[in-house]
């Protein structure tokens, strides 16, 4: 299961990506019960979240452009120190005792930029890290130690916004952001750049390559409708949690049984290869619609977080499987340019959903809006596998063992 760390190349990248994600896990809910607690209002919630998604969706084919023609890790590192910056500031400010709205969806907004760079970049770096082989355990080592950090995140950003203040949850971010810019400089990889074409030319070769591929395409129409309903889940979330559940420890507390879901799913996909994968990882997505409908009931917090730990879990086993699908079936060249299609496609709707689940809770009530997001993803991962592609896909195995005999004297 771990033997991708014995690679020094995936021990750096994997070192600095899992501190990183320990402070990225700490920031979401520090930022939700600071707004929340601030304005109580699920739209500003949502704004501040929006400003951060718009321009990740505007710059991302940018960045897979730029990512296959430079070296990735170079790139990963360039927008963690933006990123850096970034959660150093909003740190001081929310240190100082007043949070300025203007101020946060701008930074936010500074902070998507970053990542539109980051994502596609990272996405296509791993294969240089480690053989091919082994790429579901070092997807899956990445989506383990990603998810443990959302089990840890939760506590410390509840613990640090009740007691200290929320700033403190953003210097942290900080800190884990200066610890993977100095991995990343240390890191030295093989980078095989595509032709310079002409932008609109690299772009387009990046399309062509994900429309040849019909289980990817249409399962990115799925990731789309999933992710819709995450922004609801996000924005309304809180909201009823606060309000009807318990307060802000019951909105922790479900953020936490999400993530101690996700850790198991990604242990999971150390070790289990479904012959038929996105048969499996789609009827799993679909059990997303569980804790929406709880939510939706005013269920105790303790069942929608069980619900949540179910739902989360199989989000994380199918990213371990839909990366090293990608990565074994998408050409090295293309691979940061077809993974920024993957991403814009996957998030387009989640700013719609982040700007819209706010007012739309606000005028047929947030149980209402709930419930008709579960159905929503329930049907969209249901009926993907109509689609002899998506159900026929299989994964390459990993290469057998082979132990050396002992010497003999």
Same mark, same amino acid.
């Not at 606000?362 to 159905?375: E, F, I, R």
């Given at each position: 299961?771990?033997?991708?760390?014995?690679?020094?190349?995936?021990?750096?990248?994997?070192?600095?990506?899992?501190?990183?994600?320990?402070?990225?896990?700490?920031?979401?809910?520090?930022?939700?019960?600071?707004?929340?607690?601030?304005?109580?209002?699920?739209?500003?919630?949502?704004?501040?979240?929006?400003?951060?998604?718009?321009?990740?969706?505007?710059?991302?084919?940018?960045?897979?452009?730029?990512?296959?023609?430079?070296?990735?890790?170079?790139?990963?590192?360039?927008?963690?120190?933006?990123?850096?910056?970034?959660?150093?500031?909003?740190?001081?400010?929310?240190?100082?005792?007043?949070?300025?709205?203007?101020?946060?969806?701008?930074?936010?907004?500074?902070?998507?930029?970053?990542?539109?760079?980051?994502?596609?970049?990272?996405?296509?770096?791993?294969?240089?890290?480690?053989?091919?082989?082994?790429?579901?355990?070092?997807?899956?080592?990445?989506?383990?130690?990603?998810?443990?950090?959302?089990?840890?995140?939760?506590?410390?950003?509840?613990?640090?916004?009740?007691?200290?203040?929320?700033?403190?949850?953003?210097?942290?971010?900080?800190?884990?952001?200066?610890?993977?810019?100095?991995?990343?400089?240390?890191?030295?990889?093989?980078?095989?750049?595509?032709?310079?074409?002409?932008?609109?030319?690299?772009?387009?070769?990046?399309?062509?390559?994900?429309?040849?591929?019909?289980?990817?395409?249409?399962?990115?129409?799925?990731?789309?409708?999933?992710?819709?309903?995450?922004?609801?889940?996000?924005?309304?979330?809180?909201?009823?949690?606060?309000?009807?559940?318990?307060?802000?420890?019951?909105?922790?507390?479900?953020?936490?049984?999400?993530?101690?879901?996700?850790?198991?799913?990604?242990?999971?996909?150390?070790?289990?290869?479904?012959?038929?994968?996105?048969?499996?990882?789609?009827?799993?997505?679909? $059990?997303?619609? @569980?804790? &929406? *409908? /709880?939510? #939706?009931?005013?269920?105790?917090? =303790? %069942?929608?977080?069980?619900?949540?730990?179910?739902?989360?879990?199989?989000?994380?086993?199918?990213?371990?499987?839909?990366?090293?699908?990608?990565?074994?079936?998408?050409?090295?060249?293309?691979?940061?340019?077809?993974?920024?299609?993957?991403?814009?496609?996957?998030?387009?709707?989640?700013?719609?959903?982040?700007?819209?689940?706010?007012?739309?809770?606000?005028?047929?009530?947030?149980?209402?809006?709930?419930?008709?997001?579960?159905?929503?993803?329930?049907?969209?991962?249901?009926?993907?596998?109509?689609?002899?592609? $998506?159900?026929? @896909?299989? &994964? *390459? /195995?990993? #290469?057998?063992?082979?132990?050396? =005999? %002992?010497?003999?004297?």
């Amino acid at each position: 299961m771990f033997t991708p760390l014995a690679d020094r190349r995936f021990r750096l990248l994997w070192t600095g990506q899992t501190l990183s994600g320990l402070g990225d896990a700490v920031t979401p809910v520090a930022l939700a019960l600071a707004v929340i607690q601030a304005t109580g209002s699920a739209t500003d919630l949502g704004a501040v979240l929006a400003a951060a998604a718009v321009p990740r969706l505007l710059l991302v084919l940018v960045g897979g452009v730029w990512a296959d023609r430079l070296p990735r890790h170079v790139v990963m590192l360039a927008a963690d120190v933006v990123n850096l910056l970034v959660q150093l500031t909003i740190g001081l400010e929310l240190l100082g005792g007043v949070i300025r709205l203007g101020h946060l969806i701008a930074l936010s907004a500074l902070s998507g930029a970053a990542s539109a760079f980051f994502m596609p970049a990272a996405d296509g770096l791993i294969p240089a890290t480690v053989d091919e082989s082994r790429l579901q355990q070092a997807n899956a080592l990445t989506q383990f130690s990603r998810q443990a950090g959302q089990v840890l995140g939760p506590m410390i950003a509840t613990t640090l916004v009740i007691t200290a203040g929320a700033g403190w949850a953003f210097l942290l971010d900080a800190a884990t952001f200066a610890v993977s810019v100095g991995t990343l400089a240390l890191l030295r990889v093989r980078h095989e750049g595509t032709p310079r074409e002409g932008f609109w030319t690299e772009l387009a070769g990046g399309w062509t390559e994900m429309r040849r591929h019909r289980w990817y395409w249409t399962n990115l129409i799925v990731h789309a409708v999933w992710n819709l309903a995450s922004a609801c889940y996000l924005t309304l979330g809180p909201l009823v949690a606060v309000r009807s559940l318990g307060g802000q420890v019951a909105w922790g507390v479900i953020t936490q049984g999400g993530a101690l879901g996700a850790v198991a799913g990604a242990v999971i996909a150390l070790r289990v290869r479904p012959r038929r994968p996105f048969t499996a990882c789609n009827l799993l997505l679909a $059990v997303f619609g @569980l804790p &929406l *409908a /709880l939510l #939706a009931a005013r269920a105790p917090a =303790p %069942l929608v977080a069980v619900a949540a730990g179910l739902a989360f879990g199989g989000l994380t086993f199918m990213n371990s499987l839909w990366l090293t699908a990608v990565q074994q079936y998408i050409p090295a060249r293309a691979l940061s340019r077809v993974m920024a299609y993957d991403w814009l496609t996957s998030l387009g709707l989640t700013p719609v959903g982040l700007a819209v689940a706010g007012p739309l809770g606000a005028a047929v009530g947030p149980s209402a809006a709930l419930a008709g997001t579960a159905v929503l993803v329930v049907t969209a991962c249901v009926l993907v596998l109509a689609v002899p592609d $998506v159900r026929r @896909l299989t &994964l *390459a /195995l990993p #290469a057998p063992v082979v132990e050396e =005999p %002992l010497p003999t004297t």
